[in-house]
DNA sequence: GTGCCTACTTCCCGAAAGAAAGCAGGTCTC
DNA sequence: GAGACCTGCTTTCTTTCGGGAAGTAGGCAC
């Protein structure tokens, strides 16, 4: 019994390289993975202005992602976009105006990663001055 | 006014590439980054069985983690751990014994970042089933 | 000496990310 | 109809990064 209760959790262990757990770790620990997310929750810079509003999934199209993520390459975007998209995070949608226009949107489960991605953005802002003064100390140590 | 607001927000704004947060972002966003602040802040498989307890900041040997962590390279586990204690997010301590001892312990920002790490974990985990079904639907659709 | 231990470090090579150009399908202009 | 735009990719090339395996340092045991 105990041994099929470590099985059991040996299967479902994040650890695990061959764990499908882990593999989904491994994709969502990724950095456009992360800032596309951010930005379909609608954690936008400009939305910092109203607390607590607009925080809502918004559907973005590809240009504009593209602006956003500054430094992102066309081939990383689809390639992001797609995978998000078949692992069910988020929906692509084309419509077919004067230039077509593709838009992506997050979905229920998109979301709910979005919470925590949105958590990582903020530590990342928040922590950033301790991080960058540790890094100093630890660089003039080295001397 | 207005102006200056702008630039202040510019500079802070994770999706821009050239914002130290961003950087940041970009370091925590690891695949190996994650799973060594996972299993550093205590939420290794075992301590699920006690809910609540055992999740408390555990130091580990180069060597259990190298054991844990499954499929990762000693160099991508030297250089991580490396890049985590310059950025004080965890220290590196070596006590001179039989064989030399090297164990890393998080911080107390580790460990406000490793509440974060958690929650992806936990989420690969229960979400992974949904993923794996949208994935199925999807390439089902391919055809 | 030789071997073994931990904790790295170094080297090489294949895979993945980035830069830039090209392409598809449509409209508009002339 | 030819050429010039537009968006949203795709392809190609280059560079960088990560994995695998071997080698190293310092200490002890035999």
Request: hydrophobic content about 40%; some cysteine; aromatic content about 4%.
């Amino acid at each position: 019994m105990a041994t099929t209760k470590a099985q059991a959790k040996a299967e479902y262990n994040a650890f695990m390289a061959v764990c499908p757990s882990r593999q989904l770790l491994d994709r969502i620990s990724n950095k456009w993975v992360v800032l596309i997310l951010c930005a379909l929750g609608g954690d936008v810079p400009d939305a910092s202005d109203q607390p607590g509003a607009s925080h809502a999934p918004k559907a973005m199209r590809y240009s504009e992602l593209s602006r956003l993520l500054a430094g992102v390459s066309q081939k990383m975007l689809t390639q992001t976009l797609r995978a998000l998209e078949r692992d069910g995070l988020l929906t692509r949608t084309v419509t077919p105006t004067v230039p077509v226009t593709v838009t992506y949107q997050l979905t229920g489960l998109g979301l709910s990663l979005h919470h925590l991605t949105r958590g990582l953005r903020h530590w990342a802002q928040t922590h950033m001055d301790q991080v960058l003064a540790n890094r100093e100390k630890n660089d003039a140590q080295a001397f």
